[in-house]
């Protein structure tokens, strides 16, 4: 009974996930692209048992080229993409059982599956089609003697809702809330404050799509990733012994800075 509860309580949270990255439906957003944030970011109740897929769902259609699969699994488990006539790719289950892939679609239908270390008996599947965006409409011709055009300041109906700091849990964000300039970055997992007795994690977050996002790392080279066409982004560190101060920002623009406190405890 007890190892129910677990498995009811674990499957709600990652729904819960699932939702935060991928937002709600909502027909007015493109297929493919986040409806924007409506939930709190959950955190996993219960190890995961088994490799699941959250992001993207089976079925989904991808407008950019670049796309980053991410999931659940055990810890530093490894997770392997079986790629038919190539090399397989893989990655490890970070210590909070996050794992995260990025790779190139192919045009058209792509059959993706998953599986833990050689055991193809934990294969999970999903298919995606990638279709290219269409083209950007050409400005119109400015008329002769016409005051110049000034162009529009903001982010894309299609950018996800985004907090000035990481939600906290229970905190919601009220349908068609505004970004203030500046504030378009946010951390998902894992929470500020948060204790961890792995070394190795996977930082993930959000911000606007082919953004740039960058870990500033002091007296050392910075290192970066890109945020997929859903906004998606995920860095790898690893932590020191004790406090660990993590700072990202977008590119270059230093007000987009956001700092994750975390405490690393070896286990005893």
Known sequence: IVAAIVLVVGGAALVLLNNLISGPADPGVPVGQPGGL??????????????????????????????TVIGTAPAGMRVVRDITFGLDMSSVVDGTGHWALSFELAEGTNDLTFRLGDDRSTAQRIRVTYVEAPAAEPTPTQAMGSAPAIPTVGLPSMTPVIPDATPAPGATLAPGASIPPGQRLAILDPADGATLSNRSLRILGIAPPGARIVQDISFALDRSTTADAA????IEVELRDGENLLTFRIGDDQSTKRTLRLMYQPPP
Do not use: E, H
């Open 38 to 67: 409506a939930t709190a970011v959950p955190v996993l109740t219960a190890a995961p048992t088994g490799l699941t897929i959250l992001s993207p769902t089976d079925g989904s259609v991808i407008r950019t080229k670049n796309l």
């Open 231 to 234: 906004g998606r982004w995920a």
